[in-house]
């Protein structure tokens, strides 16, 4: 059976939208969905199913967890094979996260426009800067250098799409966990 990873979107953030992984991998479970694990609070969940096609199964999770809930959770799903090409194609990946430079991911729920793209690119800077490639977001960032520029609230805003952001150390922990 194929695996899929789901990233959810501000769960266990600021005292807001609580959810005990016990319980998603549970919620996971309910839906029909084998081998299912969770990997640290920010709502990462490895899951199995034949059932194919990363926008339906981002669509039934994002029901039944509402549904289940009472409250939103966007949901964006990859398969374990396409985490591994988003590790593959990080244009930051000669750069080591030493605590100082840090490499982000962020998981787009649809591609965004060409414009809203361009757009987006004009806030690089020396502090972070961005790389959009499809449905991904990369972001790398100098923590010495000042605030950092993109945020959710700016991703989001600029290219009109839903974002979760995850560092690449979860990024890679994840395809290690879960590659066969």
Aim: hydrophobic share 35%.
């Amino acid at each position: 059976m194929p695996g899929y990873v789901a990233f959810h979107r501000a769960i266990n953030v600021s005292g807001t939208k609580i959810i005990k992984m016990v319980y998603l991998k549970q919620l996971f479970e309910d839906m029909g969905f084998k081998n299912v694990s969770t990997y640290i609070q920010s709502g990462n969940v490895y899951f199995e199913t034949t059932k194919a096609g990363n926008g339906t199964l981002s669509e039934k999770i994002e029901k039944h967890l509402h549904r289940t809930l009472g409250f939103e959770v966007e949901t964006m799903v990859r398969t374990v094979d396409e985490l591994q090409s988003i590790a593959d194609k990080d244009p930051y990946k000669k750069i080591e996260d030493d605590g100082n430079a840090v490499v982000y991911v962020g998981f787009l729920a649809d591609e965004p426009a060409k414009e809203q793209k361009e757009l987006l690119l004009t806030f690089n800077s020396e502090i972070d800067e961005c790389t959009i490639n499809g449905k991904e977001i990369y972001i790398l960032r100098y923590r010495d250098r000042g605030k950092a520029k993109f945020e959710n609230k700016l991703i989001e805003t600029k290219l009109k799409v839903k974002c979760t952001t995850r560092n690449r150390k979860t990024l890679l922990k994840m395809i290690g966990l879960y590659k066969k």
